[in-house]
């Protein structure tokens, strides 16, 4: 997989924590290995809205990475929970269901931002890029971990 | 069936294996089918309920489905793997999920829900009482198949301001 120049928080520079949301394992894994490229690390997973609510709560994560339709709780209602809790969670919409209406009421939960599977690594980094704004900051290929 | 309903998973198929597996899949037959479903490999089933209702079967070859779970894990899998099922589902899941965004954008509501393994169990009740359109593509791993089967309910078109679809 193509490498990127690493994202890193701007506070310590340490890697980008990510917590992976989707009932697929299969798109975690994916997922997992997309963020990896870009320098982040895999804080948790989490397989459906109910575990990632806490999930958020324990590891803290600077980026989530959240499908829709998930079993006994969907993606929009957590997001929604997670972002009353935590107002500063950022939350991007990753769902192969890209239509208006959803986009719509995942950004009025709170989400930031939504992209469309089959996910395209360049999209998905531009994205995180965005989402951070000036809390994120990037190394070249090879500083990885480097203060 | 309409085809207005149909077309969208065609064009989604396409750029879903065109995208992930950097090749292009053309369409061998359409045929309609009546009878009871039988797989023809390793087969995912998405259902949906609103004002479309009904379900799709993507079926594809094992060579296919192996060829497929490489390409999306980026390394060699086993066939016996776990993996391999899995990819299967997720490669339903985005066909299926593009094309239910188009025909939303177009109008039509309703929600869908996570595909999953088709059993032989789910495979006799896939078949039952509704008439599917077959759709076999072709791709450069063997064929996949798409088993689609819906109804459209125009009374629940009209009704849409009542109706909690998503």
Known sequence: MKQFEALTRKKDHQP????????????????????ESFGGQVAGEAGD???????????????VLMDITMPQMEGIEAVERIVQEHPDARVVMVSSVGY????????????????????????LYEIIRYVLND????????????? | MRMDLIQPFIGALDTVLSEMTKSTA????????????????????????GQVEG??????EPGVAVAIAGYLAGAEVDPADAMVSEAVCELANMVIGNA???????????????????????????????EATVLRFQTPSGNVHLNIAMHYYARRGRERSTVSVR
């Open chain 2, 55 to 60: 379900r799709i079967v993507l079926d594809m």
């Open chain 2, 100 to 130: 239910v965004t188009q025909l939303n954008d177009r109008g039509f509501q309703f929600k869908v829900f996570p595909p999953q393994i088709l059993t032989q169990e789910q495979c006799e009740k896939a078949g039952q009482s509704s």
């Open chain 1, 135 to 147: 809390d994120g900051v990037t190394a070249p290929v090879g500083a990885r971990g480097e203060n």
């Open chain 1, 49 to 63: 809205g109910c575990t990632a609510i806490t999930e958020y709560t324990r590891t803290k994560p600077d980026i």
């Open chain 1, 100 to 123: 208006q209406d959803n986009i719509l009421a995942a950004l009025q939960k709170g989400a930031r931002h939504f992209v469309q599977k089959p996910v395209k690594p360049d999209a």
């Open chain 1, 16 to 35: 980008v924590r990510y917590l992976i949301v989707d009932d697929s394992v299969f798109a975690r894994k994916s997922l997992a290995k997309m963020v």
């Open chain 2, 26 to 49: 053309t369409i061998a037959d359409l045929t309609m089918e009546e009878e009871g479903y039988r797989k023809k490999g390793l087969a995912a089933i998405v259902t949906f309920k």
